[in-house]
């Protein structure tokens, strides 16, 4: 889907999306896609896209699987 290794900010709201299906993510996907497009060239590396629902997926596991993390 990203041949080129950039995605743009619709693909980008596209992808974020599908980790957050019960809800519209688009807005929020907005800021963080502006967050990353430093050079405002109106696309991110693909990599970096991937990794913010990562991070974000991970981040929420660790702190259900551990309720001393709450603090």
């Known amino acids: 889907e990203c041949p080129s290794g950039l995605v743009d900010e619709e693909t980008f709201k596209t992808i974020y ?38 991070g974000l997926i991970k981040s929420s596991s660790y702190k259900s699987s551990d309720p001393r993390s709450c603090k």
């Open 17 to 54: 999306s599908q980790f957050f299906p019960q809800g519209d993510a688009t807005t929020y996907a907005h800021f963080l896609f502006n967050a990353f497009d430093m050079d405002r060239n109106g696309s991110i590396r693909f990599e970096v896209s991937m990794s913010v629902p990562a």
